[in-house]
Each structure stands twice: as C-alpha cells, then as structure tokens.
C-alpha cells in the first residue's frame, strides 16, 4: 500500500535524531516552518523560553530557531499502527467512507538520572513521579506563567499538603528543574510530530501522486509501568 510505505519510511528515519534535526533545520532554512507553527499554544522555536520568568511570546530570529533545534532531543521510541474503517462528513455534509490508517507513537520521558538518584536516597521517589504527572496535567492551562515559577511550586505543595516535610523539601529543591524538563520534552514531541511527522506523511503522500485532505492528530498521557524479570 502507497500510504503504508510512506508511513514506515518516515517512521523509521524518526527514530534517528540526526535525521529529524536536519529535517527541521532544512525546513527552516529553505521552507516556511516557522510560518507553519506560529499558532502553536507555546513557542516551539524559542530557545530563550526556559530561562526566563514568564510566557510572554517572542519574535524568534532563524538564529534563535537553529540552537531551539540543537537543543532537541528525540522523545520517539517506538510506533504501533492499524487500520480502520471509517465513514466522515465532509464539506456541505458530504459523506465520506474510506479506510484510515491509524498511528500510534510511543514518546519516553527522558531518564532524569541525578535527581532519581538522590530522590532514592531521600525515600522520595513518589515526589519526582508526582511532579512529573502534575506538570504534564497542567501544561497546557498555563498563560503568561511559566510551569516552573515559585506560584506553579507553591500550588504543586497545596495539592501535596498532607505530604510528610521530607516530601515537601524535596519537592521545593526539585520542582523547577523538573517543571522545566517537563515542558521541554512536550515541546521535543510538538517538534517530532508536527515540525517532523506530519509534514513528512503529507510531502511522502503527494509524491507518490495522492493526495491527503486532513490529517488528525491527537493524544493521551497514560502511566505505563515496565516490568521486568530478575537477572
């Protein structure tokens, strides 16, 4: 099937960085990628972002874009897919039945290594899994704030209240490095599937002599847990 080949080939070379990053450096340079992105919710481009205090938008220079790029690393690990049948409504109500290839795409949470080490230490792994479910839980409310901001902090410990102070500490000291990481690996998916994937599917799809009305894109935050055997 033309689609699925299209699908594979993209998907494969999406789990090489090198690949993805020259993609979007390439899609800056000579294309309107930057163009393309300019209504996303948060600045995909803007390399300054996580250093600052608030969620003010900037007008972002290529410059600015190219390090944004450097600074990517890929969340993709892996993708299932099937096929389903569908029936849609079109313009003026037109009924459409065609078949829909469906994509689904593992995104991993970086290994936060140092601080997992020292939450183990300090019997608070539970705090580093608690912050980093809130923050993805709150990442899209925020405005002109930023997820990492003492007010974020402090209404992060309210909804911990009954938490012993050893938890309260640590989630004080460790908050906003992990409130930022957190952001900053939503924005790596935003980059892989709408700066990267989907441009691919469409471009891969008109090559071929196809063409493609509407591609969906959606999501969900399950909690998976990995278990595995005793060596």
């Not at 490095?177 to 690996?185: D, M, N, P, Y």
Request: aromatic share 14%.
């Amino acid at each position: 099937m033309i689609y699925r080949q299209v699908v594979d080939k993209t998907l494969e070379d999406g789990l090489k960085e090198k690949v993805v990053k020259a993609y979007l450096i390439d899609a800056i340079e000579k294309e309107s990628l930057l163009e393309e992105l300019a209504e996303y919710p948060v600045n995909l481009f803007d390399s300054g972002k996580y250093r600052r205090s608030d969620y003010a938008r900037k007008e972002v220079t290529i410059a600015q874009a190219m390090r944004r790029i450097g600074m990517y690393r890929s969340p993709f690990y892996g993708w299932s897919l099937y096929e389903a049948e569908g029936v849609f409504l079109g313009k003026r109500n037109k009924m459409y039945e065609e078949p829909t290839q469906v994509v689904r795409l593992i995104f991993r949470f970086p290994n936060a290594r140092s601080i997992e080490r020292k939450a183990s230490d300090a019997h608070c792994g539970n705090v580093v899994k608690a912050t980093i479910a809130w923050c993805l839980e709150e990442r899209w409310r925020l405005g002109d704030v930023i997820l990492w901001s003492s007010e974020e902090r402090d209404r992060f410990l309210a909804s911990h209240r009954l938490w012993p102070e050893s938890h309260k500490a640590f989630a004080m000291e460790h908050f906003p490095s992990l409130a930022c990481e957190v952001v900053k690996w939503v924005d790596d998916t935003g980059l892989f599937v709408f700066g990267y994937l989907v441009r691919n599917f469409w471009a891969g799809i008109q090559k071929r002599g196809k063409k493609e009305e509407e591609i969906w894109v959606t999501s969900f935050m399950p909690t998976i847990n990995v278990v595995k055997p005793f060596s």
